[in-house]
């Protein structure tokens, strides 16, 4: 009994710390990168002044440590690796994850000039007809390159239209995720640590019914603004 009073304690002062953290997203937080350090090595993300309140709501939760000891619990080598349940901080092995998250939803923001090349973050999100994004869950492409006959392919079965000649180029030379162009809110891009993603993306994965979920953790420890190297 005093083991579990004693833990409620200090469940409640660690709630109390975060919410005692400043929320508030600042004029020079928009100009810091974000480090997503993670067991498997650093990642940093430069979020998208394109996309303001994808940036400013991620900005918010990193100030407030929100994404401190989440899993990436979907893992899909050459498609993408998602985080951002809460849910997943303590979650015991083999139960599935990803309904995670804060009560809110988030505007869809899709800009043509932003789209789902390699390395690029984005938000995850339920099926829902406005394509709001999830208040918190995120996921990081790794995708896949492609050839002319495989984007011709993309463009007539899952886009219905026609990609940008130079977005055909990087899919070709760098890789992505085409078919979710225009569907999920592009809000960022991995400026460091891209072979972490290659890593994370690699491991070996539940098909039980935690379909996807890593078999060995993969957390992210921390998160924090940095100063932005130009």
């Known amino acids: ?15 109390a710390v975060i919410g005692q953290k400043d929320s508030t997203v600042k004029k ?11 067991n498997y090595g650093n990642i940093v993300v430069r979020l ?23 899993l990436f619990h979907r893992v899909i080598q050459n498609f993408m690796i998602q985080g951002g349940d809460p849910d997943s901080k303590r979650a015991k092995a083999g139960v599935p994850l990803g309904n995670g998250g804060p009560s809110y939803r988030i505007p ?10 390699k390395g690029v973050i984005a938000a995850a ?5 406005e394509k709001s ?20 392919s993309t463009e007539t079965y899952r886009l219905k239209r026609k990609l940008p000649a130079e977005h055909r180029e990087v899919y070709k030379s760098i890789g992505g995720t085409p078919h979710l162009d225009q569907n999920y809110t592009v809000f960022g ?10 890593t994370i993306a690699a491991v070996p994965t539940s098909k039980g019914v935690d379909k996807d979920r890593p ?12 100063k932005r190297k130009k």
């Open 125 to 129: 999100r339920d099926n829902n007809p």
């Open 133 to 152: 994004s999830s208040g918190s869950q995120f996921y990081i492409v790794q995708g896949k390159k492609f050839t002319d006959a495989g984007l011709d």
């Open 215 to 226: 078999l060995e953790d993969a957390r992210i420890i921390k998160t924090k603004l940095i």
């Open 189 to 198: 891009i991995v400026v460091k640590g891209l072979d972490v993603v290659d």
């Open 28 to 38: 020079k937080d928009r100009k810091r990168d974000v480090l997503i350090e993670t």
């Open 1 to 15: 009994m005093k083991r579990i009073i004693i833990y409620s304690i200090c469940t409640l002062l660690s709630l």
């Open 108 to 117: 869809a923001e899709f800009r043509t000039s932003l789209f789902h090349q």
């Open 48 to 70: 998208s002044d394109s996309t303001p309140l994808h940036r400013d709501n991620f900005l918010k939760l990193v100030k407030v440590g929100f994404y401190d000891s989440v």
